[in-house]
């Protein structure tokens, strides 16, 4: 069914793309939001990526590759609204962020709440100072459940490397919590 609906839309039949982003929205809602920690930068770059997925849906080759093609438009799609945040943030204090409207924020980018427990302030802020390629790598393992080999076909990267990268973004995760608890 999922492949008819990607080869239909690959042939311009905007209903069937429309059924296929119905289905995967959700999804790829939570990825992005756990990525970029902020609802309105994760609803953006759903946007976004589904409108990039649209606009590029001829040279995807494989429909049986749909969901690692489009994976690595998502994790792309969220490095970019993470360096445009990066630009977009104004005033640190407190450990809290202004941004440009002026709303007051966590520096993870979530709401602040008074009532969040130190130690899940501490693991939000660290996670925040993680870069874009180290969030996408624990959250597509840790919060998606994929297998390595999945994760290397989202990314586009051989399965070592995969390996070796969620290593390297466990141990940057640690040194970020180990800074926030001193």
Known sequence: MERALI????????GAFDALVRRKVDAVY??????????AD???????AFVAAWRSLGALRDTDRF???????????????????KVRQIEVTDGSILDGSGA?????????FDDVT????SFDRAFGRLNADERAILVLHHR??????D???????????????LFAARRALERAIAREDR
Do not use: Y
């Open 7 to 14: 080869e239909q839309a690959q042939k311009g039949d905007r």
């Open 30 to 39: 939570g990825t992005a939001l756990a990525i970029l920690g902020h609802e």
């Open 42 to 48: 994760a609803q953006d770059a759903v946007q976004e």
């Open 67 to 85: 969901d690692a093609w489009f994976g690595r438009i998502l994790v792309n799609t969220c490095r970019m609204s993470l360096r445009r945040r």
């Open 104 to 112: 007051r924020e966590r520096a993870a980018g979530g709401p602040a």
């Open 118 to 121: 130190a130690s899940a302030e």
């Open 144 to 149: 998606e459940d994929l297998p390595v080999a």
């Open 151 to 165: 994760i290397a076909a989202r990314l586009g990267i051989p399965a070592g490397t995969v390996k070796s990268r």
